[in-house]
């Protein structure tokens, strides 16, 4: 008869396995793991029940339920309808298409105005140089708020009144009530219009990727920059013209107080635009700066022993390399322009912050899920606005085989 | 040793209720000084002078207070926080009680944790515009942009009074008053609204005050008044009757100069409103006399009134045929009896 072995462990055996699990390396770290997030659980629980017991204590209204609720004010310039009977939720959309408007406007103005400083910096006219120097020098150094703060009290609040409005062209009004601009009507015919204006842009697109595509291949060379930039532009005028003048304008004109009809945006967005953008202007034209003078000297040189035409040094060469070193600190900057447009509260433009954690706060009392939701947005703004950049970062960076 | 145990019992019970909704009276006597919020400084009702001292009716409410606790109108710490924070700040027991013309609303009281304790001024929302506009009604105002301060109810009566008419406006906010003035001084709106008492508080400070000019409508009721947080009663209790003692003084004739000679008046309401009869002070935890060292340091509702707001000073507010005269004279100013 064969002794089989003991299908039981035995107590020693059943500890000597617990104690080497425990040694196991894999096993341990998964252990650490769950308990790990069994403790931020029960913090988070237990921050939730503190905060909700605390409120209770203090008689005060909690939770999410007044969303639904009308809100009952006016906001002053609105993206999407509004109207003051509409409820918070909506108060929230219109704060985030705000502040949204603000962050787009103020990155491409800066981003175009940062590197045309950031060229001048480097440019061989010492007046070009110093005027750029001396304008990052003094915008950069002073604090944002009273900057923004100085553009509205400064500029923007002491320009005539509406009757005696700077016109600026036919149709582009300035006064201290804000900027007035037409705004493009549909007639009919508009939608082949915009179907001609698409497809402009979109064979633009293709030929300038054609273009690069056949450069690399067989090294001969298409203007397709100048080529796509004519298409866009005398492709549409031609469709114009021909379709009948399918859109026309809606003109502001001067009624009772102030003028009714076209685009418009007041005096506080105007500052606030013109405050960010020139601010963070100076942060890209440093960096655009330090980017194009990484590039080590030999790359100059290289280019010119091969005869390259200076246009064509400065964007095969010299750029490529350049923005491996503009690209990571540009991402910041971007992300600073989206947080600090809620300085906008100084001069009352209505961004999220100033209509949503002041004004809606205010009059809710709902202090708690309303902060949480502006941090959510600024947070899901941040992350997405770096998921992007780090995408085209990885593309700009050198591709090591 | 029973006694003791009692005691101890009667310890835990209250230890085990949360310290911040109780004992504000005890807090405030302990720190030796009460924290009275007020406003961004607005003349009237709380101005700041250059030597750093609030005055006002307002501020004259907080006085009252202090002088009912500690007999003396000056241990009081004045904190100035915008309108859009003023409830937070409380709520946190930064301040023990707001007095700084807040509007008694139902979602205030109901839904922030608030309490109101007495009205002590009767007040409407009205429209303030250039006089050189020719503009004479609020009616007239459809398409026009508006300075409005935001987080209050005069944002909220803006908004119904054009939606109720019909009419259309733009309205431009700010939660800091003195940025907004300055918008509306340089022309960056067209009109400015706010209660009545503020609009001529503001104005009486304005560089060419004959200037700008009132619209006649009031578009709302505004019922203001100091604030104390929700739960603990008998501090709510201490700050409404003070305030109720100041308008049954002027009901009694009593003031801030014959105060002292009416101590031994023989007319029962004078004796219980002075602390000579009855037990109200005690039972409030306060002194019995606490209403002739209130009195004494601040007079009667008439003499703040009059002192700060009246005919006779810069704002210039007529007392007389207004809801804020005397229920006697026609007004609405009618406190309970002390008794």
């Known amino acids: ?401 | 040793m029973k006694k003791t145990l009692f005691t101890c019992g009667i310890l835990a019970a209250f230890a085990a209720t949360p310290a911040v909704a109780q004992e504000t009276l005890q807090t405030v006597r302990d720190r030796g000084i009460l924290n009275c919020q007020v406003g961004l400084p607005t003349p009237g009702f709380y101005q700041l002078a250059d030597d750093g001292m609030w005055s006002g009716m307002d501020v004259d409410m907080c006085r009252a207070v202090s002088a009912a606790i500690f007999g003396d109108p000056d241990q009081v710490e004045y904190q100035s926080v915008t309108s859009a924070v003023r409830f937070t700040s409380l709520a946190n027991a930064e301040s023990d009680m707001l007095s700084r013309t807040t509007t008694w609303t139902a979602v205030r009281d109901t839904q922030l944790g608030l309490d109101f304790t007495a009205i002590n001024f009767y007040d409407g929302q009205g429209f303030m515009v250039p006089a050189d506009t020719g503009i004479t009604s609020a009616l007239e105002l459809d398409g026009a942009t508006i300075c409005v301060l935001t987080g209050t109810t005069t944002e909220l009566n803006l908004a119904d009074y054009f939606r109720a008419n019909g009419m259309s406006f733009t309205p431009v906010t700010n939660e800091n008053v003195n940025v907004l003035v300055e918008t509306y001084l340089g022309g960056g709106c067209d009109a400015y609204t706010n209660d009545k008492s503020g609009l001529a508080a503001r104005r009486s400070a304005f560089p060419d005050p004959s200037a700008h000019v009132f619209l006649p409508e009031t578009v709302s009721k505004e019922p203001l008044g100091p604030v104390v947080r929700q739960g603990d009663d008998a501090w709510a209790n201490l700050v409404r009757w003070t305030i109720y003692g100041l308008m049954n003084a002027e009901e009694l004739g009593v003031t801030s100069e014959n105060v002292q000679e009416m101590t031994g008046s023989a007319d029962p309401n004078i004796a219980r409103l002075l602390g000579s009869e009855g037990n109200i002070g005690e039972e409030l935890g306060v002194s019995p006399t606490f209403m002739v060292d209130a009195i004494a340091a601040v007079g009667n509702y008439g003499e703040i009134y009059e002192r700060h707001v009246g005919a006779d000073t810069a704002i210039g507010i007529p007392r007389e045929g207004t809801l804020n005269a005397l229920w006697t004279e026609g007004g609405l100013i009618y406190a309970p009896p002390f008794r």
């Open chain 1, 1 to 401: 008869m064969t002794v089989l072995p003991d299908a039981t462990p035995s107590p020693e055996g059943r500890r000597g396995r617990i104690s080497r699990a425990l040694n196991d390396a894999r096993i341990r770290s998964v252990l650490i793991q769950v308990l790990t997030l069994l403790a931020v659980f029960a913090a988070a629980i237990w921050i939730v029940n503190n905060t909700v017991a605390n409120l209770n204590a203090r008689n005060m209204s909690a939770g999410f339920d007044f969303l639904d609720v009308s809100a009952g004010f006016g906001i002053g310039f609105t993206l999407i309808p509004y109207q003051e009977g509409d409820s918070y939720l909506r108060v929230f959309a219109v704060g985030i298409m705000n502040t949204l408007l603000v962050a787009v406007v103020a990155i491409v103005l800066a981003t175009i105005f940062g590197v045309f400083v950031g060229l001048a910096r480097l440019s061989n006219n010492w007046i070009i140089g110093a005027v750029a120097r001396s304008y990052v020098e003094v915008i950069r150094n002073t604090p944002l708020l009273l900057q923004i703060i100085a553009w509205y009290f400064g500029v923007f609040n002491l320009l005539p009144r509406p009757r005696d409005s700077i016109e600026l062209a036919n149709g582009f009004v300035l006064n201290n009530r804000g900027f007035y601009l037409p705004a493009p009507v549909a007639e009919a015919g508009f939608s082949l219009f915009a179907a001609v204006v698409l497809g402009a842009i979109v064979f633009a697109i293709g030929l300038y990727v054609w273009a690069q595509r056949r450069l690399e291949r067989t090294g001969q060379a298409f203007p397709a920059i100048l080529t796509g930039v004519a298409i866009v532009v005398f492709v549409p005028l031609l469709a114009y013209v021909v379709l009948g003048r399918p859109v026309s304008w809606d003109m502001p004109v001067l009624q009772g107080f102030n003028f009714t009809g076209g685009l418009s945006v007041p005096p506080s967005f105007c500052a606030l635009i013109v405050a960010l953008s020139a601010y963070t202007s100076c942060f890209i034209a440093e960096i655009i700066r330090s980017g194009i003078q990484s590039v080590s000297k030999g790359q100059l040189e290289a280019a010119g022993a091969l005869n390259l035409p200076s246009n064509w040094t400065l964007r095969r060469v010299v750029m490529p390399q350049a923005m491996r070193v503009i690209i990571p600190p540009l991402i910041s900057q971007y992300l600073n322009v989206t947080k600090n447009s809620s300085l906008a509260i100084a001069i009352g433009f209505p961004d999220l912050v100033s209509v949503w954690m002041n004004t809606s706060l205010n009059q809710s009392g709902r202090a708690i899920p309303i902060v949480a939701m502006t941090m959510a947005f600024y947070c899901a703004v941040s992350l997405s606005v770096s998921a992007v950049m780090n995408v085209y970062n990885k593309r700009v960076q050198l591709q090591e085989r």
